[in-house]
């Protein structure tokens, strides 16, 4: 069992920039990104897998950057030229699978860190 805590949520303003952590219990292996706005389903935006390759969607592409640090056991979600629409709740995933860049989601879910972009 895996327990994963999300940290560095808050308040920006568009335009602004944030860094969320994921502090992992144990190693967490290949970790997703996922993010959930008010109304909407929960979605994959970004993953890295045990070697620091990542994937990401088109939406954040360019914008946001993931990172690991696995002798902190901790994953990071750098988000930079936010807009009003990537308000949502953001929750790392750990345990999951990689294959031909594809993140398979695990079982291990954090629970969640609010971001919030004003306009």
């Known amino acids: 069992q895996v327990q994963l805590v999300e940290s560095g949520g808050g308040l920006v303003q568009a335009g602004g920039s944030l860094t969320l952590s994921c502090l992992a219990s144990?190693?967490?292996?290949?970790v997703g990104w996922y993010r959930q706005a008010p109304g909407k389903d929960r979605a994959l935006i970004g993953s890295?897998?045990?070697?620091?390759?990542?994937n990401y969607v088109d939406s954040v592409k360019g914008r946001f950057t993931i990172t690991r640090d696995n002798a902190k056991n901790t994953v990071y979600l750098q988000m930079s030229s936010l807009t009003p629409e990537d308000t949502a709740v953001y929750y790392c995933?750990?345990?999951?699978?990689?294959?031909?860049?594809?993140?398979?989601?695990?079982?291990?879910w954090g629970q969640g860190t609010q971001v919030t972009v004003s306009s």
């Open positions: 890295i897998n045990s070697r620091g390759g990542t």
């Open positions: 144990a190693r967490p292996g290949a």
């Open positions: 995933n750990g345990g999951g699978t990689w294959h031909s860049t594809e993140y398979y989601q695990g079982e291990f």
